[in-house]
């Protein structure tokens, strides 16, 4: 069984990923707001942003969950984001890119990543889990199944652990094979068991770059 999402606009190319994903963060809020929830799992105070050619991902699932960190000044904050989680992707013509402001003397500095592109094997990433705020996408999927319980989700590798508010019971889908092309997402985090990144080139600018 092949699923496909297509459409011309950003809601109707990816509806059937981020509506899942949006009730799963719903439900857990109601599950923070109980206590219901531990929070161990903390990010930096900054998103970032990734683009990519084309995704191709083994063993997919999707869950809602939180993630808590800090502002730059220091103070404790939360977001909620969809995990997507891969047992293994292939990633063409990646670039990512992360902005820090007021920079003293310099203003706003870009950091920015980028392989995988023209010339290099794609970048390769086994157990990677990635944190997204917004995502844009062709997607097509292979086999979907939605409205699972996220523990029980044994397509992908399992829910990430190590004290990340999620809730093992609320709302989440998986696909035998996900197919994203022209990508482009903002993210809290990404962790991956191994990450060979081919034709690897970061570079610094004053400019405000990113790759989107």
């Known amino acids: 069984m092949e ?39 903390s990010v930096s105070g900054q998103s970032f942003k990734v683009r990519a050619d084309k995704l191709v991902g083994d063993g997919f699932s999707q869950y809602g969950a939180i993630d808590n960190g800090y502002t730059l000044d220091g103070k404790k904050t939360a977001h909620p984001v969809a995990v997507s989680a891969f047992k293994h992707a292939e990633i063409t013509n990646l670039c ?28 390769q990433a086994d157990r990677i889990y990635i944190d997204v705020a917004d995502l844009q996408a062709d997607a097509v999927f292979d086999n979907i199944d939605i409205g699972v319980a996220a523990k029980d989700a ?55 770059a990113e790759c989107f």
Not at 176 to 195: E, M, P
């Open 154 to 208: 044994d397509k992908g590798p399992g829910m990430k652990g190590g004290g990340e508010q999620a809730n093992p019971y609320g709302f989440a889908q998986q696909a035998d094979k996900a197919t994203l092309t022209d990508v482009k997402q903002t993210a809290w985090a990404t962790t991956a068991g191994t990450f060979k990144l081919s034709g690897l080139h970061m570079s610094l600018s004053t400019d405000g």
């Open 96 to 123: 990512q890119s992360v902005v820090t402001p007021n920079v003293p003397f310099f203003g706003s500095v870009s950091l920015i990543l980028k392989a995988g592109g023209a010339g290099h094997d794609a970048v």
């Open 3 to 41: 699923s496909q999402v297509r459409g011309g606009t950003r809601w109707k190319r990816f509806a059937v990923v981020m509506v899942p994903s949006v009730a799963a963060t719903a439900a857990i809020g109601v599950a923070l707001a109980q206590g219901a929830l531990a929070a161990s799992f």
